[in-house]
């Protein structure tokens, strides 16, 4: 395996993703997600946790659902974590508010969901979703709390980005946004696990132009250069090698060293097949964001 990629994968192996549940609070006209039932317990992810620090130094969790803020323990669990050392990343829509419940701001770093103005963002979240999620942002900015915007680009709303920033910066001050363009039918259609399309009329993919564009120009997810897996617990108890994997590495009940050299094994196999590229690698080679290779 690549020296710059091996490199890259011992700093992955610092940062898990944990997605406790599929339910949410919204239904966004371009969800892809199945809100399928399973949801993990607190002490699941506190264990499995444990368990991974004994074999790996571990320094970020990232968690995301659905919507983790609907989950009775999450405060207590963020918490628990903050208090071992870790940073903790929330991907969240920002529209429940349990802040006051979490003692450590300053080892949470909030990731809320806006995809453009407010006319547009309550079109796909719904009516008045935009406010709350801006009161969120705010909120958490006065309580200490690291701020980030996550938005979906489509045909529609990739025009409206540059007024977006400049709206955003008023209300809220100075704050990162990352730009994930929306999936590709491809994806959508050829999922093997979720083939959910959503809305298409006004959420329209965005053009080649426009996501040449959108990476020569912003900070966009998933990066160019890929190298965006990581262990990954889902709320099946399956292990994944990246945040939306299609082909478990393992379940919740393996080895850690058993999870990293599966992972390790499926970056070897990308670096074998793609070895004209000079990218991070893919823990899915088959199945790149829905691009079949």
């Not at 339910?23 to 992810?45: H, M």
């Not at 796909?124 to 909120?139: D, M, V, Y």
């Not at 053009?207 to 890929?226: A, C, D």
């Amino acid at each position: 395996m690549k020296t710059h990629i091996q490199n890259h994968l011992s700093q992955v192996l610092q940062h898990l993703y944990v997605n406790p549940l599929e339910r949410c609070n919204l239904r966004c006209k371009i969800c892809y997600t199945r809100k399928t039932s399973p949801i993990l317990t607190e002490l699941e992810i506190v264990d499995f946790v444990n368990k991974y620090q004994k074999t790996q130094s571990l320094k970020i969790i990232t968690f995301c659902g659905g919507e983790v803020f609907t989950l009775k323990y999450f405060p207590a669990l963020i918490n628990y974590l903050t208090d071992l050392g870790l940073f903790i990343q929330i991907i969240t829509n920002g529209t429940i508010d349990h802040l006051k419940d979490l003692k450590n701001p300053n080892a949470v770093n909030l990731i809320v969901s806006i995809d453009g103005p407010e006319s547009y963002h309550d079109q796909n979240r719904g009516e008045g979703t935009f406010q709350k999620s801006i009161a969120f942002l705010n909120h958490a900015k006065k309580m200490g709390f690291h701020t980030e915007i996550f938005s979906i680009v489509t045909k529609q709303n990739f025009e409206m980005i540059n007024d977006f920033e400049k709206y955003i910066n008023n209300i809220v001050g100075n704050i990162q946004i990352t730009y994930h363009p929306r999936k590709p039918l491809t994806y959508l259609t050829q999922h093997p696990i979720s083939n959910i399309v959503g809305r298409t009329e006004n959420f329209n993919y965005p053009t080649e132009q426009q996501l040449t564009k959108l990476y020569q120009t912003k900070t966009v997810f998933p990066p160019k250069n890929l190298g965006c897996y990581q262990i990954a617990l889902m709320s099946d108890g399956k292990i994944y090698g990246c945040c939306e994997g299609t082909l478990p590495i393992g379940t919740i009940k393996d080895s850690i060293p058993k999870l990293i050299d599966r992972l390790t094994q499926r970056l070897k196999n990308w670096d074998k097949n793609n070895a004209k590229l000079s990218c991070l690698g893919c823990s899915q080679p088959d199945f790149v964001c829905g691009l079949k290779l």
